[in-house]
């Protein structure tokens, strides 16, 4: 494996989760131009069923890993077994992977770049870049020597098919359950599954000019008309209006989908931190002088309570046309 | 109970960053320097295990620049009981490999048999300090909980997991437990805590770094936004909308 590309792929059902074959997509194609190979690395009940898709997104072998996925201590221990003297170990900066890239840096004594935006070779050497200050600075990193760990930022670069062999390899014997006396007692699915924040192609985020959180509902129908996430800024989390899960900002999830709508946000510093990689900003809000303007593509200046309604019926219209 | 809290001073939420000459390093100048908000839930957490205790003992443990202090005084302010310092002027472009590194040595010599973190510090936003501390010492760590109970010398924490999940842990003590919002709400210092904390030690140590594994070749401001547009006033302009983002974005 010496100066390959590993990449940690999620899979689920034996469907490969869409940001994970966006690090599949960008290790393909750091690979190819140092003329090296990528290979994914899958884990869990049906993953085997996940290879297929693993080549088509230009992996030209699949690793099925003999371990529990849920034991994120494990697989990282797991991963690190099959990582010795690789270029790269990439993942993406999804819940599941901000909790396993630095097990896996702990695990190799290797450097991590965490929520990447890029990865690119300078020479022999991976370059990442990745948002410091929640977004206000981007620092450019290298490692000093040796393998890097990267986890990629969801949506940060497109998930684009290449085939490639994708030859399936077993791989067993997987170090036992490291855990250290951490035990997973139990996971609570949730009341209904949604979409994750950091992961959805579109966010529409509401702020305290919703008034209460019983006005959350024009929200979620605008937010599910789209296929998306609902997000909230800090003043409404901090209200207790909506869960802290769904901050966006500094100090809640930094967000980078392809669409961010922004309703009665009026922009403070820190929210904007939290969304302004998005590929495409919407801001509609009563206020004309609302910072939230100054980052938005597109803005609407009004009342959000008679024009996300209208917005929405209009989306729900284009979607059933097909 | 001896419980580690290790904290960051870095530029508060609202701070308008610029770029240092070095190109590496933010400009100093009209930064205002706060704990870095996860890490006061980690503090809080250890105050309140604590006081449900009825005794044991809180340290909080800090790599950076001399000024530190005031935020170390800050925490002795909320009710800890002593702080370590490891004075080290450029502890803010450390890497998280060689922070670990070092805090996992001072940690080694106090004791402890829990260790809290922030889940991150909001300046490198690299998430990694807590896990790697613990990966040093040989503990089991959790990471981001949101909800923390000792009973019977273990901690049963609680943190998101993935879609939407609630995963619990029972953890065997000691351990490096990282914290995230919803955990608690961080006190504010009461008057006379202030005065208490003046009389409080701070171990003041130099510390010489290793040289990082992750190295910082550039730092720099991000590009501006392309401008944008207001595409006009109340409902009439929802049409006008669709329309872009079908056709201009192409994002319908």
């Known amino acids: 494996m010496a100066g390959e590309i590993l990449v940690y792929v999620e899979q689920k059902g034996g469907a490969a989760k869409r940001a994970s074959l966006e690090a599949l997509t960008l290790g393909a194609k750091l690979a190819a131009a140092r003329s090296s190979a990528a290979h994914a690395i899958v884990a869990g009940d049906s993953a085997a069923d996940a290879a297929a898709e693993c080549a088509r997104y230009g992996a030209a072998k699949v690793l099925v890993l003999d371990t529990d996925p849920k034991d994120t201590h494990a697989l990282a221990a797991a991963v690190a077994g099959v990582a010795n003297d690789v270029a790269l170990v990439l993942l993406a900066h999804t819940a599941k992977g901000k909790d396993l890239g630095p097990r896996i840096a702990g695990a190799l004594n290797a450097p991590l770049a965490s929520d990447c935006t890029a990865i690119s070779n300078e020479g022999d050497t991976l370059v990442a870049r990745r948002p410091v200050f929640a977004g206000k600075a981007i620092a450019t990193v290298k490692p000093a020597s040796g393998t890097l760990i990267a986890s990629l930022r969801p949506n940060a670069v497109p998930a684009e098919e290449s085939a490639a062999d994708g030859a399936v390899e077993n791989v067993s014997g997987a170090a036992p359950s490291t855990g250290l006396g951490a035990v997973l007692a139990e996971i609570l699915a949730a009341a209904d599954e949604k979409i994750a924040l950091t992961e959805a192609a579109v966010v529409v985020s509401g702020g305290r000019g919703l008034k209460g959180p019983e006005n959350f509902g024009m929200i979620e129908d605008l937010a599910a008309a789209l296929g998306g996430a609902v997000g909230a800024s800090r003043a409404v989390c901090d209200a207790g209006w909506r869960p802290h899960t769904e901050q966006v900002g500094q100090t809640g999830k930094v967000v980078s989908p392809n669409l961010y709508i922004a309703v009665a946000i009026s922009g403070a510093i820190q929210h904007l931190a939290g969304m302004r990689t998005s590929n495409f900003i919407v801001a509609i809000n009563s206020d004309a002088e609302a910072p939230i303007f100054k980052v938005a593509d597109y803005g609407i200046v009004g009342d959000a309570f008679e024009i996300v309604p209208k917005l929405t019926e209009a989306v729900a219209a284009l979607k059933a046309q097909g | ?252």
């Open chain 2, 1 to 252: 109970m001896n419980i580690v809290v290790c904290i960051k001073r870095v530029p508060a939420t609202d701070s308008r960053i610029k770029i240092g000459a070095d190109g590496t390093s933010i400009d100093p100048a009209q930064i205002e320097w706060i704990i870095s908000p996860y890490d006061e839930f980690a503090v809080e957490a250890a105050l309140q295990m604590k006081e449900a205790a009825g005794g044991g003992e809180v340290t909080i443990l800090t790599l950076g620049p001399a000024e530190s202090t005031k935020e170390l005084r800050t925490c002795l302010a909320m009710g800890a009981d002593k702080a370590v310092l490891l004075k080290d002027a450029d502890a803010s472009s450390r890497d998280a490999t060689a922070t670990a590194a070092l805090l996992a040595e001072a940690i080694g010599d106090l004791n402890a048999d829990l260790v809290l973190c922030g889940k991150q510090a909001i300046d490198r936003d690299q998430g990694q300090v807590g896990t790697l501390l613990a990966a040093k010492l040989g503990l089991p760590c959790v990471t981001e909980i949101r909800k923390l109970e000792i009973t019977d010398g273990k901690a049963n924490v609680e943190r998101a997991g993935e879609d939407g999940t609630s995963e619990t842990y029972n953890v065997a003590l000691p351990a490096v437990l990282t914290c995230t919002k919803g955990l608690n709400e961080p006190r504010y210092a009461s008057l006379k805590g202030i005065m208490m904390a003046k009389k409080k030690p701070i171990d003041e140590r130099d510390v010489s770094a290793a040289d990082g594994a992750l190295q910082l070749a550039s730092l720099e401001l991000p590009p501006p936004r392309r401008d944008g547009r207001i595409v006009g006033e109340g409902v009439e302009a929802v049409p006008e909308l669709v329309r872009l983002l079908r056709e201009e974005a192409k994002v319908l």
